[in-house]
């Protein structure tokens, strides 16, 4: 019957627009509660408290959540049409990372995890069989104490490549992750192979050197970490490294070969909002409170504020060697968050 209920919710999440599915067990990869507080020990989280919080559940889904008997993990491919690191050619403009170009994954992620959860208990029905109690689900995507991408390993629909993010043959690294917990019995899938060989593409391209070694990341030298979670002033070595990325970076992912066989975006959301694929820093620049939130209204870009968001742009104007761009960066310099003043009075000292 497990089986059989198996196959049908992989059929239904197919149907949901995942591309893929499989189960895990909540303890199924007990090292990664060591990985985590190493991690956390090196202090490669930087200011991101919140790894640091709650440790002994992210390391530990059976701790999470004690009834829960399986895991299903789900991806949902955002792979992008164009290639992603066109715009780090032209450095009057700002690249934003794909999965940020429109509307937040996690609201349209979490939608259809619930969705699918809600059919899956429906599915179940009373089977004892499953499940002794009336069958139950808690649905995660990204911001819960959970570690998606060695749980997603471990359910077979991938391994964690170099770049420590998640890919498969089939699927590519352009995937957002979810997860349905639930008391119900389902059959285990068995881990996927690693298949990066010899390849080190991801480590070598990356700006910042981030990679301490191979599938480990210092988040605090990552441009994703440094212009989405880092609020203070980035290190002044580092900001040469920015160039024009304004909130996060792809570099690491778009060179991966295995995204020549990558599964399409099936959700027309995700693909790039025309003013967001290679934005003037100079128009950018310009923005207040009120033109910011009209801009990223729906978009993830939204939650960083417009003076993280305006202090990455400075950065990115200090890096265009552009001395026209001085002008845009000029007012901001006077800016009442000494953050952003203190971005813009170096985007102006280095344009001389
Ligand atoms: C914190 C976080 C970040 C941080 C830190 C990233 C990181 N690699 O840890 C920052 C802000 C830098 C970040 C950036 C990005 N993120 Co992020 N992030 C997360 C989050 C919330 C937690 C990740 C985590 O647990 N990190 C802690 C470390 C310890 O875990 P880990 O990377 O799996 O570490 C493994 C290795 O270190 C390894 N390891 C350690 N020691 C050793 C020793 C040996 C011998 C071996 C073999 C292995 C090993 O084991 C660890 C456990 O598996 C997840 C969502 C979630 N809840 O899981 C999203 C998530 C990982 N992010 C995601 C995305 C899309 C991104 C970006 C691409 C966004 C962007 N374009 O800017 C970048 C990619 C950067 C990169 N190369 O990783 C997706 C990835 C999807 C996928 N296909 O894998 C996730 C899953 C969100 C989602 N729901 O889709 N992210
Ligand atoms: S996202 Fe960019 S900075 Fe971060 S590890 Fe990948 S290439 Fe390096
Ligand atoms: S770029 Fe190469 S090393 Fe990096 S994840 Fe892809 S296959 Fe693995």
Not at 99 to 125: M, P, Q
Request: glycine fraction near 6%.
């Amino acid at each position: 019957m497990s089986e059989a209920l198996k196959a049908a919710l992989i059929d239904q999440a197919r149907a949901e627009g995942f591309a893929a599915l499989g189960v895990t067990r909540p303890d199924a990869v007990p090292e990664i509660a060591e990985r985590l507080a190493a991690f956390v020990a090196e202090g490669r989280h930087g200011d991101m408290g919140w790894m640091a919080e709650r440790m002994t559940w992210r390391g530990n889904p059976a701790a999470l959540w004690p009834e829960a008997r399986s895991i299903v993990m789900l991806a949902e491919p955002y792979t992008p049409e164009a290639d992603p690191l066109a715009v780090l050619e032209h450095p009057d403009r700002g690249a934003i990372s794909v999965y940020a170009r429109n509307r937040d994954y996690h609201d349209i992620v979490k939608k259809r995890l619930k969705r699918l959860g809600r059919w899956l208990i429906e599915a179940a029905g009373p089977d004892t069989t499953l499940s002794a109690e009336p069958p139950r689900i808690k649905v995660f995507v990204d911001t819960a104490p959970v570690m998606e991408k060695p749980l997603a390993a471990a359910a077979g629909l991938g391994w964690q490549g170099k770049h420590t993010n998640l890919l498969s043959r089939e699927l590519g690294n352009w995937v957002f992750l979810g997860a349905i917990f639930t008391t119900l019995d389902l059959p285990p899938d068995t881990p996927a192979e690693d298949h990066c060989g010899s390849c080190t593409a991801c480590l070598d391209i990356c700006p910042t050197r981030a990679f301490p070694a191979p599938g480990q990341l210092d988040a605090r030298r990552c441009i994703s970490y440094l212009t989405i979670e880092h609020k203070g002033p980035v290190d002044e070595a580092l900001r040469p490294c920015l160039g024009n990325r304004i909130y996060g970076c792809d570099d690491c992912l778009a060179v991966c070969p295995w995204n020549k066989f990558a599964a399409a975006a099936h959700d027309a959301r995700y693909a790039a909002r025309d003013e967001l694929t290679a934005p003037r820093l100079a128009e950018l620049a310009s923005l207040d409170d009120t033109g910011f939130r009209a801009l990223f209204s729906g978009s993830p870009i939204k939650r960083i504020g417009r003076a993280r968001f305006l202090r990455n742009v400075c950065y990115a104007i200090g890096n265009s060697a552009d001395p026209a761009l001085a002008e845009a960066a000029r007012p901001l310099a006077n800016d009442p968050d000494p953050v952003l003043a203190d971005a813009a009075r170096w985007a102006l000292a280095r344009l001389g």
